[in-house]
Antibody, heavy 121, light 111 residues
């Protein structure tokens, strides 16, 4: 069965970076992509970006351009999301989700369990 | 960006009654080349990730009870729960994936 398993919670200081992993199983990575979304405490969902599992193409939310990088490692079926120059308002639960292979124009049918990233001095 | 606005923000419905949640997009999310509306609905319960309910505006995801249905086209969409069950208490989000994906602000559904 399809599963996305994310790395554990992180606590970071302002200005630091965080890298969250998402290991996929139960399907062929190259046939899909990954989207990342986040949810600040008590708030709604914010789409962060997408990466193709087929060719590594990316599409990032404009507000995060320059601070976020999404990658995949096909040898381990793992996707990564790195966010740099962390601020307190980056505190959120970060989710990976399975998406389309050639563009971000696809629904998100399987989700990881979420990774809490806390940014605090 | 195509902005999604849900209404109402919160909703209380009696068990067994119908619940209706609306979602309006700032531009059409209908792709005329394939006649598909790029609109999905998700359910999120406390402490859990979102769960896909509906995609292409009206296609129910496998395993989702048939009391959940999606309708609409262009800019106006509706999620309907025909007979509310206790386990349907959650926050519901619409999402457009026609352009840069964006979620609606969410609708909290209570008994």
């Amino acid at each position: 069965q399809v599963q996305l398993v994310q790395s554990g919670a992180e606590v970071k200081k302002p200005g630091a970076s965080v890298k969250v992993s998402c290991k996929a199983s139960g399907y062929t990575l190259s046939s899909y992509g990954f989207s990342w979304a986040r949810q600040a405490p008590g708030q709604g969902l914010e789409w962060m970006g997408w990466i193709s599992g087929y060719n590594g193409n990316t599409n990032y939310a404009q507000k995060l351009q320059g601070r976020v990088t999404m990658t995949t490692d096909t040898s381990t079926s793992t996707a990564y999301m790195e966010l740099r120059s962390l601020r307190s308002d980056d505190t959120a639960v970060y989710y990976c989700a399975r998406s389309g292979p050639v563009s971000s124009g696809y629904y998100l049918d399987y989700w990881g369990q979420g990774t809490l990233v806390t940014v605090s001095s | 960006d195509i902005v999604m606005t849900q209404s109402p923000d919160s909703l209380a419905v009696s068990l067994g009654e119908r619940a209706t949640i609306n979602c309006k997009s700032s531009q059409s999310v209908l792709n005329n080349s394939n006649n598909k509306n790029y609109l999905a609905w998700y359910q999120q319960k406390p402490g859990q990730p979102p769960k896909l309910l509906i995609y292409w505006a009206s296609t129910r995801e496998s395993g989702v009870p048939d009391r959940f249905s999606g309708s609409g086209s262009g800019t106006d969409f509706t999620l309907t729960i025909s007979s509310l069950q206790a386990e349907d208490v959650a926050v519901y989000y619409c999402q457009q994936y026609y352009s840069t994906p964006l979620f609606g602000q969410g609708t909290r559904l209570e008994i």
